[in-house]
């Protein structure tokens, strides 16, 4: 089997819709895939409705990407099979994805302060219906000349935790995201944890905190984690008796990693699916007509 349990859609900041994602891993040879846009599962349905127009079976697993930050460092934890309309969980999504706007009109204000010809107009005609982030910001540079490719915007010069247009949003502490996913019957993965090319990472002590807190696993396989890291993460995970997962965090053409690029093991896919309550797997038959 080959799972890739990190992916995105135009729900967030994936330049394929729901559709086509499940259409193109498919397609790219995976058994199944998780849907796990930035703080959102508007893409759930949507993806659901395309599994049977399938060449082939696929599983979809529904989830999400939630925005958290510890002691001053962003984090994102995967958020795996919870119940999508559980209350208190909801409305804390709701409030981390109502404040990406106006916190997308400050950077873009910096941006402009420094220089950069760029415009909400712009910005908003890019995000479309999307999860407004700071990729669809990377794309308007690219547009401009201004950088080459979406990767090169996010240093400190421009989009980086820190970097000189960045501006926080309201995120969740990740202590109280893990009791919500929890208490929603979910399962949760610590994503890209030691992506330092990505900026400030927590230290490995706040991992085991995490883990006291109910963490289920850590995502090792990683496009932004080299072999020595990947082998740091599998050992930590050894030692707080974590799940190690892989994924390729696929976001389209806005990112050059293919769909598949990272994988996670049958049997660690099969503990989520274990432990998860809150919703099931969905089975795609495939084979259209």
């Known amino acids: 089997m080959r799972i890739d349990l990190h992916t995105h859609s135009t729900a967030s900041d994936g330049t394929d819709t729901p559709a086509e994602l499940v259409f193109k891993a498919a397609a790219a040879g995976l058994d199944v895939v998780a849907l796990t846009d930035h703080d959102s599962t508007r893409g759930h349905a949507e993806a659901i409705a395309a599994l049977p127009g399938l060449d082939r079976p696929l599983t979809l697993v529904t989830g999400a990407e939630l925005s958290c930050r510890l002691d001053g460092v962003g984090l994102h934890l995967l958020a795996y099979l919870f119940d999508p309309e559980e209350p208190e969980f909801l409305r804390e ?69 820190g970097g000189r247009a960045y501006a926080e949003k309201h995120e969740l502490d990740p202590f109280e995201a893990i009791r919500l996913v ?67 965090d696929y976001h ?32 795609g038959t495939g084979g259209r007509a």
Not at 113 to 142: C, F, K, N, Y
Not at 254 to 278: F, H, M, N, Q, W
């Open 182 to 248: 929890k208490a929603a019957g979910g399962v949760t993965v610590f994503a890209h944890p030691l992506a330092v090319k990505r900026g400030a990472v927590v230290p490995e002590s706040a991992v085991g905190r995490l883990a006291e807190a109910g963490l289920d696993g850590v995502e090792a396989d990683h496009m932004d984690h080299d072999a020595p890291t990947r082998a740091r993460l599998r050992g930590l995970a050894a030692e707080l008796g974590l799940l190690t997962t892989g994924s390729s």
């Open 93 to 161: 999504r709701e409030l981390v994805r109502d404040d990406r706007v106006p916190r997308a009109r400050t950077m873009v204000a910096r941006l402009q302060e420094m220089g950069v010809p760029i415009t909400w107009e712009q910005v908003a005609r890019i995000a479309g219906d999307a999860s407004l982030g700071r990729p669809h910001i990377a794309t308007a540079l690219v547009e401009l000349g201004v950088v080459e490719t979406v990767s090169d915007a996010f240093t400190p010069q421009w989009l980086a935790n």
């Open 252 to 283: 389209g053409t806005r990112k050059s990693v293919e769909l598949g690029a990272c994988t996670t093991d049958p049997e660690i896919y099969g503990e989520i699916i274990r432990r998860a309550s809150g919703a099931f797997p969905v089975p």
